[in-house]
């Protein structure tokens, strides 16, 4: 019999928000498969943003090693560069399984454009500008479904606008519909080996929607939320039932396995690292009224009105390279030590010089200032709940040759459900809120799993990483030696 694994990505999916769904009877099938396969917490990266999160699925790897953090990377003395597949380094796992004579189809899987020639058929997703790029492998691809379906919608992002109606779920579900349908038709045609489908519609709900349906939001219980619930639930019961038609289209023994990226909470509040910095004396913005501070300022309010999955497509790259640069230009780099990244929630860089191009901080100090930040943080966190606030050194987290893209201190607000934010207010560090505002990512994703390859139970320590090394020993094949994810034995049977 043939082998053949197939890869569904729930993006943003948690067990949070699901369980209720689930005790709801709205979501049968994905329930179905968790009572009877295997789950588990899928632990995602340290930021955990989608590009990064995708990377390590994709490679098996940590972001030192493929070369993804964020969605903007900022090289030392070289310009903003929006990142996409031809950043992404190390062999991809359709690369690994097309050596093994393997074919694959990949359908909406973030960080695929432009997309790679490969043994099979690649339709990208998130990130990819238009239907106006060449946005399938093979090119021809394109003009088909075009002509077939179009309306056909690489992406619908969530937005500030959108999220104050329910004509959101709407576009979600259309958009859902017709990526299913073209997943089927190609799914009949060229029988693959191996289907990576990434559906983004509960990653794009929860952004919008998270205080209505996230049991730890304090507006859950408010009759608002009970109002709205039903038609967002409804949302969910469709992708269950899409999840439905993938499984009856599934040839006999094949292996299933659902992930996310990461998982979701409740915003509580924001960590305002530019105001950190400045209460340090790390960072110095030049005189308020200038004119470059003004700008940045605008621009960045600008751009915070759509979540990060919407910056490239919505957004022109011309004004996020104008505030970026407008940013630093409001900077008075003679006395800054240290600066937030490109996006705030990436971390924190140090303006070291020989590196940065205005940098001021000697090669020698360079560990010195990176202590005292820290020390600094760790004070904050004490101040506002052990553990508001955790922060690493890079190196403590990732490795590998692309390192250095990584800034040098790493922000994880895992224990607080904090965000840091790139605002300058002038006031304290963290300002903390009711947790009934807006949904943000979280390091607990989900995993579940079924087949003949796969071993029932519930299951402890896996991560993103785990993903790749795994899909490829249930082909018989071998990838881990050059992989951070390692086999699980316990979970599948090779």
Wanted: charged share 25%.
């Amino acid at each position: 019999m043939k082998k053949r694994v197939w890869l569904i990505g729930l993006d943003g999916a948690s067990f949070d928000i699901l369980e209720p769904i689930f005790a709801a009877g709205k979501m049968p099938v994905l329930k179905k498969v968790m009572d009877t396969g295997a789950s588990g917490i899928l632990r995602s990266t340290i930021v955990p943003f989608t590009p990064q999160a995708w990377g390590s699925v994709i490679t098996g790897n940590n972001a030192g090693r493929h070369g993804i953090f964020g969605f903007v990377r900022q090289m030392p003395g070289q310009a903003p560069e929006f990142l996409s597949s031809r950043t992404l380094q190390g062999d991809k796992l359709w690369t690994r399984l097309g050596r093994g004579g393997l074919k694959s189809l990949v359908v909406n899987v973030p960080l695929t454009y432009p997309p790679d020639p490969l043994n099979g058929s690649m339709v990208t997703g998130m990130m990819t500008p238009s239907t106006e790029s060449e946005f399938t492998y093979p090119p021809q691809l394109k003009d088909r479904i075009l002509k077939e379906r179009p309306d056909y919608r690489l992406d619908v992002t969530s937005s500030i606008d959108k999220s104050r109606s329910l004509a959101l779920l709407d576009e979600l579900e259309a958009a859902m519909e017709h990526r299913v349908a073209l997943t089927l038709d190609l799914l009949k045609e060229q029988d693959p080996d191996f289907l990576f489908k990434v559906f983004v519609l509960p990653d794009r709900i929860q952004h919008a929607y998270s205080q209505l349906i996230h049991p730890k939001s304090t507006a859950y219980d408010s009759a608002k939320a009970a109002k709205a619930r039903g038609r967002i639930w409804d949302s969910y019961a469709k992708l269950d039932r899409a999840l439905g038609r993938l499984l009856a289209a599934a040839p006999e023994g094949t292996d299933m396995i659902f992930l996310s990226d990461h998982g979701f909470s409740v915003e509580r509040g924001g960590f305002f690292t530019n105001d950190f910095l400045a209460g340090i004396g790390a960072r110095r913005f030049k005189k308020a009224g200038s004119a470059s501070a003004g700008a940045a300022g605008l621009m960045r309010g600008v751009i915070r009105r759509f979540n990060l999955a919407g910056i490239k497509k919505f957004v022109p790259n011309k004004m996020i390279r104008q505030t970026i640069d407008m940013t630093k230009e409001a900077i008075d780099w003679e006395q800054t030590q240290a600066y937030a990244s490109p996006l705030a929630q990436q971390g924190i860089s140090i303006n070291l010089k020989g590196r940065e191009p205005e940098g001021i901080v000697e090669p020698q100090d360079y560990e010195k200032v990176r202590d005292g930040i820290l020390s600094e943080i760790a004070k904050v966190s004490q101040e506002n709940g052990a553990g508001s606030v955790a922060a690493f050194r890079r190196e403590e987290v990732f490795d590998g040759p692309y390192i250095k893209g990584i800034p040098d201190i790493v922000l994880d607000f895992a224990a607080s459900s904090l965000e840091a934010k790139d605002a300058v207010l002038g006031g304290k560090p963290i300002s903390w809120s009711d947790g009934g505002s807006r949904g943000i990512h979280h390091r607990e994703g989900l995993f579940l799993g079924v087949g003949p390859g796969v071993r029932p139970g519930v299951y402890e320590d896996l991560s993103l990483e785990d993903i790749a090394p795994n899909t490829l020993g249930l082909f018989g094949l071998d990838g881990s030696d050059s992989m951070d994810g390692v086999r699980r034995d316990d979970v599948f049977d090779f």
